[in-house]
């Protein structure tokens, strides 16, 4: 299970950006993809996730509004995030994982195929 996030780049305040989550030699059905986020000098934070079995989702309180995931059940799953704040910068990687529940339960520790991050810069 390869995975690759792609998208990030730098945006002023209140722009826009859409990253893309690509697997390689497999289909992303069946599976579970979380978008997760590492800031300078803070934990890894979960901030969105979209669930395979019936597509629910699930948006941390900071993005909710904000951000939207999707996917097009074969091959890649999006994250089109608006109205970019200084406090959105990180390091955005995707994760995909075979769950049994709705994403939304589920920690990073849950996931185990992880692809390389792109970063995303928030700044004037």
């Known amino acids: 299970v390869q995975l690759q996030a792609s998208g990030g780049g730098l945006v002023q305040p209140g722009g826009s950006l859409r990253l893309s989550c690509a697997a390689s030699?497999?289909?992303?059905?069946?599976?579970?993809i979380g978008w997760f986020r590492q800031a300078p000098g803070k934990e890894r934070e979960r901030v969105s996730c979209i669930s395979s079995h019936d597509g629910s989702t699930y948006y941390a309180e900071s993005v909710k509004g904000r951000f939207t995931i999707s996917r097009d059940n074969v091959k890649t799953v999006y994250l089109q995030m608006n109205s970019l704040k200084p406090e959105d910068t990180a390091v955005y990687s995707c994760?995909?994982?075979?769950?049994?529940?709705?994403?939304?339960?589920?920690?990073?520790?849950?996931?185990?195929?992880w692809g390389h991050g792109t970063l995303v810069t928030v700044s004037s």
């Open positions: 030699g497999f289909t992303l059905g069946g599976y579970a």
């Open positions: 994760a995909a994982e075979r769950l049994a529940l709705a994403c939304k339960v589920y920690s990073d520790h849950e996931y185990h195929n």
